[in-house]
């Protein structure tokens, strides 16, 4: 199994899964006469989203392909560690490339997590690092402003599957944009029901601890960036926006040749995951790589990292020189937090894993989602548009949503109904002859066809427009 288990301290425990584009499909298969390049797969996702890269013949067939599961994604098993930040990401990479024998590596990362990683990673380990590229660069306001630590609490303890699908969709919009394909937006909706259930909510309370802490990339970290970088950004991206791209390009001093920006017209988020900006980003970067000097990917023998040089560079970078004293003997060692903060998480968790295997679950019998998105019942008149404007949206169904009775529809069984009644009231008014002993029967019925009339009018009155 292409695992690679990482060195663990006695309060932490990490084994990561990785996916190769070689044929045995590990490390081992590599062409030494390529170079290496490490993906990193967006928040909330796993190396499996990563198809369009590994499928484009621009990357895999020139260079050899590599891509991780973070903590807590895909097939990764770990430990939940209150320690946990972006510079401990840092290290589980350094660490895992010193234990795959592999050498310096071009680095790809796409979204929040994984560019923040990536950054730290090009700071602290500048000799495993080729180059960076980046899509969708991080942004330099806290994270709270996107709400996204409210959707997570949301789902964590939702009780229905439409509170469920209501907050992963909010997650999508958020990170996606609004204009997002409905295969897409299902498979995106689909993917978190099966990874991050409300009874997983440990796991999501985690993550949502993580959001909450992500600081935006300081000038002193910026500045110790040296390698060849590429930004890639989408103009039309909400929730961050293009100032953000051209405020780190500036703030990217030390980058060889200067920092590269690029902006792919009309695109939002998740630039990677999105087929139509995921083609031209991969063209970007294959015209970046090959500007670059080659590189070969001979296996390493294993030596101990100068991580004593890592901890330096992270001292100086949060000015706080005991950290150059640490043992790296985890990447934990790399941990920035607080321990006030660690007891605030320790305490979360605690919280979240309370009740929590009987939670709410959105999946079948055969732990698949109930239905996909775009098939739920359109019970409500109006939805939001991106314009935070509400419109009826029954003449804008997809043709996969289930059928709902039209304006004309309901008119049609309405007046049938109405028909029948006025062909009863008709049939008693119309009577010519009447028998003598049916004389007390037809003053009742006239009483029972002069109400009749007047409930139909009442009625008709109150037929929907």
């Known amino acids: 199994m292409p695992y690679v288990d990482l060195p663990n301290a006695h309060d932490d425990y990490a084994s990561l899964w990785y996916i190769t584009n070689s044929p045995t499909g590990t490390v081992g298969g590599f062409d030494p006469a390529k170079a290496t390049v490490l993906l990193l797969h967006p928040l909330f996702l796993d190396s499996a989203w990563l198809t369009a890269q590994f499928e484009d013949p621009r990357l895999s067939g020139c260079y050899n392909l590599i891509a991780l599961d973070a903590r807590h994604a895909g097939q990764t098993t770990s430990r939940l560690n209150g320690k946990q930040d972006s510079w401990t990401d840092a290290a589980d990479l350094a660490f895992a490339l010193e234990a795959l024998c592999l050498p310096a590596v071009h680095v790809w990362a796409c979204e929040l997590f994984a560019t923040s990683c990536a950054l730290r990673f090009a700071a602290i380990f500048?000799?495993?690092?080729?180059?960076?590229?980046?899509?969708?660069?991080?942004?330099?306001?806290?994270?709270?402003?996107?709400?996204?630590?409210?959707i997570v609490q949301l789902w964590c303890y939702a009780q229905e599957l439409e509170t469920v699908e209501h907050a992963f969709?909010?997650?999508?919009?958020?990170?996606?944009?609004?204009?997002?394909?409905?295969?897409?937006?299902?498979?995106?909706?689909?993917?978190?029901?099966?990874?991050?259930?409300?009874?997983?909510r440990t796991i999501v309370s985690h993550l949502g601890c993580l959001l909450a802490c992500v600081e935006r990339p300081s000038q002193e970290l910026l500045s110790y960036i040296t390698q060849p970088v590429l930004l890639i950004h989408g103009d039309s991206n909400e929730s961050f926006s293009p100032e953000v791209a051209f405020r780190v390009q500036e703030q990217l001093i030390n980058a060889k040749d200067g920092a590269k920006l690029y902006f792919i017209r009309g695109a939002q988020g998740y630039l990677g995951v999105v087929p139509e900006s995921a083609s031209i980003a991969n063209r970007v970067f294959a015209s970046f790589l090959a500007r670059l000097p080659p590189a070969r990917s001979d296996p390493q023998p294993p030596y101990p990292m100068p991580l004593d040089d890592a901890l330096r560079r992270l001292g100086e970078i949060m000015h706080d020189p005991d950290i150059s004293t640490r043992d790296p003997c985890s990447p934990m060692a790399f941990s920035c937090v607080p321990p006030a903060l660690v007891r605030w998480r320790t305490q979360v968790y605690a919280r979240a894993a309370a009740g929590h295997r009987g939670a709410f679950s959105p999946l079948d019998r055969s732990g698949r989602p109930t239905r996909r998105y775009s098939e739920r019942l359109q019970e409500q008149w109006f939805e939001v548009d991106r314009n935070w404007f509400s419109h009826s949206a029954q003449s804008e169904e997809s043709p996969t949503r289930k059928h709902t009775a039209t304006y004309d529809e309901r008119y049609e069984m309405i007046s049938q109904k109405l028909a029948r009644e006025f062909s009863i009231a008709s049939a008693w008014r119309h009577i010519q002859t009447v028998a003598p002993e049916a004389i007390e029967r037809m003053a009742l019925s006239s009483s029972f066809s002069s109400r009749t009339a007047g409930w139909a009018a009442w009625a008709i009155q109150r037929l929907p427009i």
Do not use: W
């Not at 997650?171 to 944009?177: E, K």
């Open 126 to 150: 500048p000799e495993k690092c080729l180059s960076l590229t980046l899509l969708t660069v991080p942004c330099d306001t806290n994270t709270s402003d996107l709400n996204l630590n409210e």
């Open 169 to 200: 969709m909010n997650v999508v919009t958020t990170l996606c944009g609004h204009d997002v394909n409905v295969d897409l937006e299902d498979d995106l909706i689909a993917h978190l029901e099966v990874h991050y259930p409300p009874f997983r």
